[in-house]
């Protein structure tokens, strides 16, 4: 009697059958499917899931290789239980073995005393593993394009072309395939983030997204791993920068555009902070910083860092690392462990510096921002660009010459010099973030900071009101990167247009759409 065999569905829906001598295993063989499995196949088909009608086309496949006499016969038999009791059952009652590329459903059955053949990947390595050389930061894949892989340095890297020949949907599936099972069972291996049709994993130190349709147009997978592991000796900070960091510094932010190390240099002053005898912890999801066994890394606790950190509050650390802050709860969580007493050092993509303390701007009272930020440092092409430091007091801000209008404003300084760049107050019901410092021109050039507005409509008349301290002063209007016009406010600091004037329409439309930017003209 030729040998029966169950296919689970991994099987058809990633084509296992199809690789290397998969096939030979089972010439001859009687091959049974899971009316389930069928059943399944059919309705995620029908909602348009391409690798469920890929299962179907194995189906068919399978019934035109019986016809040809490689297989003996397909059977779709009736099964009332699903997934792995499916399979044991009609394993045991047809006296068959089971087929299947999950190495999960493999343990499973097997520890159930079920034959198993496996024909997944046997885990010793990954594919994706050939793009990468000692120079390589990522490698960008998918379906229909060239492999490219970003070579260099953070700030000084290349995009390069792996190769002419453009990449299959069959050989990403198989890739991305490979990486999901390994995550499974390698213990250095994290599912840090599992949706319908992406996952983040993290594999040593790879961090991989894969995306499939529909959530992508087409199958991608990128993988992006730390180039180096540097100590903070190697950034070749001021004594005075490297004694704050020793001594005072407890609210730290690490500030920089994508890609421009501030990973790397978090991890650098994990270790620093390890190597002084401090308890340091992470807040990380994906975890990928560099660092040593001694600091703990942790992800979301039940899908929420705020579980997390009520967790971290019992086990006392010095510092803790929150990597990647961009949604409002985790600068709430942030600011909540730090005035809790907890050194805090937030990693936060911006531009520009002064952008990192506007992102907690709203989200904190201004009167508590310096206790919650008192160091920040901007890494820009692998290296600290700038530094600053705040401090409030009470003082007329800078411009005002009315002393009724003193009011706490906090300073934000170039921490070398103790030159004060940036004055933070309230005016009215509004937080101003005001230069004054006169910019560079490489500044000039790539940053610009619009003055705070507020526009008033009448009924024939709008007004934008900028407040006292842009009295009598010329100012050019933006929608967007479009020059508008240049105007003079009057002794208040106001522009009065008509509101039925081409202008005072172009104004209003600006506003509605939040593209209206009110600058300082070159001459002021």
């Given at each position: 009697m030729n040998k029966i065999v169950i296919l689970s569905q991994d099987v058809l829906v990633r084509s296992l059958l199809r690789l290397n001598d998969n096939l030979e295993k089972i010439r001859g063989s009687k091959v049974v499917i899971p009316s389930w499995v069928l059943s399944e196949l059919e309705g995620k088909s029908a909602k348009g899931d391409r690798f469920a009608l890929g299962g179907l086309n194995e189906i068919v496949w399978l019934r035109k290789i019986a016809e040809q006499g490689v297989i003996e016969s397909v059977e779709v038999r009736e099964s009332k239980d699903k997934g792995v009791e499916?399979?044991?059952?009609?394993?045991?009652?047809?006296?068959?073995?089971?087929?299947?590329?999950?190495?999960?459903?493999?343990?499973?059955?097997?520890?159930?005393?079920?034959?198993?053949?496996?024909?997944?990947?046997?885990?010793?390595?990954?594919?994706?593993?050939?793009?990468?050389?000692?120079?390589?930061?990522?490698?960008?894949?998918?379906?229909?394009?060239?492999?490219?892989?970003?070579?260099?340095?953070?700030?000084?890297?290349?995009?390069?072309?792996?190769?002419?020949?453009?990449?299959?949907?069959?050989?990403?599936?198989?890739?991305?395939?490979?990486?999901?099972?390994?995550?499974?069972?390698?213990?250095?291996?994290?599912?840090?983030?599992?949706?319908?049709?992406?996952?983040?994993?993290?594999?040593?130190?790879?961090?991989?997204?894969?995306?499939?349709?529909?959530?992508?147009?087409?199958?991608?997978?990128?993988?992006?791993?730390?180039?180096?592991?540097?100590?903070?000796?190697?950034?070749?900070?001021?004594?005075?920068?490297?004694?704050?960091?020793?001594?005072?510094?407890?609210?730290?932010?690490?500030?920089?555009?994508?890609?421009?190390?501030?990973?790397?240099?978090?991890?650098?002053?994990?270790?620093?902070?390890?190597?002084?005898?401090?308890?340091?912890?992470?807040?990380?999801?994906?975890?990928?910083?560099?660092?040593?066994?001694?600091?703990?890394?942790?992800?979301?606790?039940?899908?929420?860092?705020?579980?997390?950190?009520?967790?971290?509050?019992?086990?006392?650390?010095?510092?803790?690392?929150?990597?990647?802050?961009?949604?409002?709860?985790?600068?709430?969580?942030?600011?909540?462990?730090?005035?809790?007493?907890?050194?805090?050092?937030?990693?936060?993509?911006?531009?520009?510096?002064?952008?990192?303390?506007?992102?907690?701007?709203?989200?904190?009272?201004?009167?508590?921002?310096?206790?919650?930020?008192?160091?920040?440092?901007?890494?820009?092409?692998?290296?600290?660009?700038k530094v600053y430091s705040l401090k409030i007091v009470v003082k007329m801000p800078s411009g005002m010459k009315d002393v009724s209008l003193a009011r706490p404003v906090v300073l934000v300084k170039d921490f070398e010099s103790g030159n004060v760049e940036y004055e933070i107050y309230t005016f009215g019901d509004e937080i101003v973030v005001m230069p004054l410092k006169k910019p560079s021109q490489e500044e000039a050039i790539t940053v610009e900071v619009p003055v705070k507005y507020r526009l008033r409509k009448r009924k024939h008349t709008i007004i934008l009101e900028l407040g006292p301290e842009m009295a009598n002063t010329e100012v050019t209007l933006y929608s967007g990167s479009r020059e508008l016009a240049t105007l003079t406010t009057d002794s208040k600091g106001r522009i009065a247009l008509a509101r039925a004037s081409p202008l005072g329409r172009r104004v209003v439309e600006a506003a509605k759409s939040d593209n209206l930017r009110i600058l300082p003209s070159k001459g002021d």
């Open positions: 499916s399979l044991a059952n009609l394993a045991s009652s047809m006296g068959g073995k089971v087929v299947t590329g999950d190495r999960v459903t493999a343990l499973a059955l097997m520890a159930r005393g079920v034959e198993v053949l496996y024909i997944g990947p046997l885990g010793e390595g990954l594919s994706i593993s050939k793009y990468f050389d000692e120079y390589t930061m990522s490698v960008h894949l998918k379906e229909g394009a060239p492999p490219m892989a970003k070579r260099g340095t953070p700030g000084n890297f290349e995009l390069v072309k792996l190769s002419k020949e453009p990449l299959s949907e069959y050989e990403l599936r198989s890739m991305a395939y490979e990486i999901l099972e390994k995550a499974k069972t390698d213990p250095n291996a994290f599912v840090e983030i599992e949706h319908k049709d992406a996952y983040i994993i993290q594999i040593g130190s790879f961090r991989i997204l894969l995306a499939f349709p529909p959530f992508s147009d087409g199958l991608e997978i990128t993988v992006v791993r730390p180039l180096v592991k540097v100590t903070l000796d190697d950034y070749n900070l001021s004594e005075k920068l490297k004694e704050r960091l020793r001594e005072r510094a407890e609210g730290i932010v690490i500030a920089g555009p994508p890609g421009a190390g501030k990973t790397t240099f978090a991890s650098a002053l994990a270790e620093f902070y390890r190597s002084r005898g401090r308890i340091v912890k992470t807040l990380e999801s994906p975890r990928d910083l560099q660092v040593g066994p001694e600091i703990t890394q942790y992800g979301r606790l039940n899908g929420s860092f705020e579980n997390t950190a009520d967790l971290l509050l019992l086990v006392r650390p010095d510092y803790v690392i929150f990597d990647e802050m961009r949604k409002t709860q985790d600068f709430k969580i942030f600011v909540d462990m730090r005035l809790a007493g907890v050194g805090m050092i937030g990693v936060v993509h911006c531009g520009f510096p002064i952008e990192a303390i506007q992102r907690f701007i709203g989200r904190v009272d201004l009167g508590v921002l310096p206790h919650v930020v008192d160091t920040l440092i901007f890494i820009k092409d692998g290296r600290v660009q």
